[in-house]
């Protein structure tokens, strides 16, 4: 099966992981036709087994490796179809897609999530809920949000991490290549 693996949080910070390397150990893990996109922790592969499965197995995997911990949230082909299929946001895909994100959370988004953190927001910050997404417009950036990556988790009630409508794209395409 298809799936599209995300990492929260390397190649910032100080974390160093790269891609190269990452590659590596999912073939390690047995995962075929495996490709990364850009720096940020993207990766599409076919694996047989259950996301939570392949999540663990990636997540352990990169700590006895790189000597870090980092959440890893895993979604089949059939799931990011969906997210690629359209955003609660369409002016902002076609306008400002760099400004447009998707987060997917490591387990069950709890609910109201999105209007809890719509409400923190500010400068015309928009959030979305939809089925197991978090759908962000930061029309000023994110990087000056107050929604913070913790403030984001908390209302979430588990690790969420984000990618840009263009990365969500560029998954899609590399998914059915």
């Avoid at 076609?94 to 999530?113: I, M, Q």
């Avoid at 209007?115 to 930061?138: H, K, S």
């Amino acid at each position: 099966m298809r799936y599209v693996a995300l990492l929260r949080a390397v190649n910032v910070g100080g974390c160093k992981l790269p891609m190269a390397e990452l590659r590596e150990v999912c073939a390690g893990l047995g995962w075929e036709n495996v490709a990364t996109y850009i720096q940020s922790g993207n990766v599409v592969f076919d694996a047989a087994g259950k996301p939570e499965a392949l999540e663990a197995a990636l997540e352990q995997a990169v700590t006895a490796r790189f000597g870090f911990e980092r959440p890893v949230i895993v979604r089949s082909a059939k799931q990011w179809a969906a997210y690629a299929a359209g955003s609660p946001f369409p002016e902002q895909e076609k306008d400002r897609p760099n400004y447009l994100l998707l987060g997917l959370a490591k387990s069950a988004v709890a609910a109201g999530a999105g209007e809890a953190l719509e409400a923190r927001g500010a400068a015309g910050e928009q959030v979305r809920q939809d089925r197991d997404a978090l759908w962000f417009f930061f029309p000023d950036g994110s990087g000056v949000s107050k929604l913070s990556p913790a403030a984001i988790d908390k209302a979430a009630g588990s690790p969420v991490t984000t990618r840009n409508w263009r990365t969500v794209l560029k998954l899609q395409e590399m998914l059915t290549a």
